[in-house]
Each structure stands twice: as C-alpha cells, then as structure tokens.
C-alpha cells in the first residue's frame, strides 16, 4: 500500500466533524480548518479567546448566532459549484453557534485574533466580490469571501472554481517568505471538491530546491496543507474542482512569487 501523504487529511468520516487540521496536526503556527456535517436541529458552537474565526454555509442552511447577536437562517446553496456561499466572521474571544435547519455542510477557518478588534458581522452573497482569472485552459472562477481589503486580524478566505481540463493556482506561485513588499508568509489550505464526486483531480506542493515535492491526488472532500512552496491544481477532463483556500501569516496580505521558469505563460 502507497504511503499517505502528510500533507493530505482525508475525510476522517461522513457525518459530525469530518475533516481537521489544527496548528498542532499540520506543524505550523498560523491556520486551523474544520468540515462539520450536520443532519437538520444538530448544533456546533466554540468560543476561542485568542483565535478568530471565519464559518463558510458550504452548503445547506443554518441559524447563526455570535455574541449577542442572533443573525437567523443563513446560507442556502445546493452545491458548492452552484452560487455563492453566507458566510459570518467572528473575531477573538466572541462565542458563536450554528444550528441545521437542513442538511449542512460548514467550514470553520480559524487563525490568531485580538480580543475586541471588531464585531462580529454576516457576509452575505451580495457582500462577495467575484473575479475570472486565467485564459484559454488556465481560467478559473473565484468568490473573495474575506479578502485583505475587508476587516479582520490575520485570515484571508476565498474559494474557486476550476473546469474540467483546467489548470489553477497556476502558474505555480508560492508565498512562504516574511518580504514585504515582495512576498509575504502565509500558510494554506485547500479544501476540495469534485463534480461529479466520484472524480479526482492532482495538485503539486513542491519548492525550488526540492526539499519539499509531492505530487498529491486529491478526491471529493480531501484537504491539503501548503506549509511553503509552490501548489498548482490541475482538473481532470470531464469533473469540475472546487477549493476553498485559507490562509494566514504574520501580516495580512497576499504577495506572491511565480515560479520563473514558469512566468513566460502570463505573456503567452
């Protein structure tokens, strides 16, 4: 049997916490990740003091609550390749709760937090900015969930959408050196899913020297660690990839490096 990476969590099983990654398990210091799935009236709440934390509806509804404040049913979504997703930021020492209302799917990303730096707020669908990336094979389809321009302490959060027979995270660019303005330090997640789900798709998690270089197959619901270096994903003919990516650092911005061997392909 081939060994497993360590950089890949497989679904530890289908119902309640499927999926985690803390500091502790991944090695790191900045990223915590979670995948509940709930049957409806079933509840998950947390309350983390010097943590913040960002709850992504993946699919499915649920009513919310953090603080004081009870913000009702939120999400909706069928598929998480089918519009955009609720979401609700939560900062430091602020306890929160997310009850079913129906079947759900939530991510709970999480990274360190400044007691009282702000309230909490919903992110609605109508809150996200949307953007195209990429040509031809290369072009992928991105929501900003908590991008560097709105207001937390060190998570940044964002999903994607890439076709079949499509290239993202390409060309391979990493962002693993405290350099401003060049580059900057940010730990990374990706949590996938295919459509149809019985699908796969590839992702590359390597540096320049080598030291790190794994070649990862990547299923329905795995998620993968991206500690340093660079991490292109590549969709398989005739299955859809989905991600949601998060990333934290010592500062909160993404500056990245592309690999330079690669760079000619923005200009071809």
Known sequence: MTKQ???LVKPARSHGLVSEVTPESADW??????????????SVTDHLADRETCLVWLT??????????NYGVMGGRKSVFEGEPAALYVPADCPWAVT??????????TAP?????????????????KETRGKGSNTRYVTNILPEDQPADSLLVVEVVTPAGHSSSYPPHKHD????PEETLLEETYYHRLNPPQGFAFQRVYTDDRSLDEALAVEDGDVVMVPRGYHPCAACHGYDLYYLNVMAGPKRM???????EHEWLLEA
Not at 60 to 69: L, N, R
Not at 254 to 260: E, L, M, Q, R
Request: hydrophobic share 35%; glycine share 12%.
């Open 254 to 260: 993404w500056k990245f490096n592309n690999a330079k």
């Open 29 to 42: 210091t900045y990223v915590g990740f979670q995948v509940y799935r709930l049957a409806k009236g079933e």
């Open 177 to 180: 050196v405290d350099n401003l």
């Open 60 to 69: 499915g509804t649920g009513t919310a609550t953090a603080g004081e404040t």
């Open 100 to 109: 079913a209302e129906t079947d759900l799917e939530l991510a709970i990303c």
């Open 113 to 129: 937090g400044d007691p009282g730096s702000g309230p909490p707020r919903a992110i609605l669908p109508a809150d996200l900015s």
């Open 5 to 7: 990476s360590s950089l």
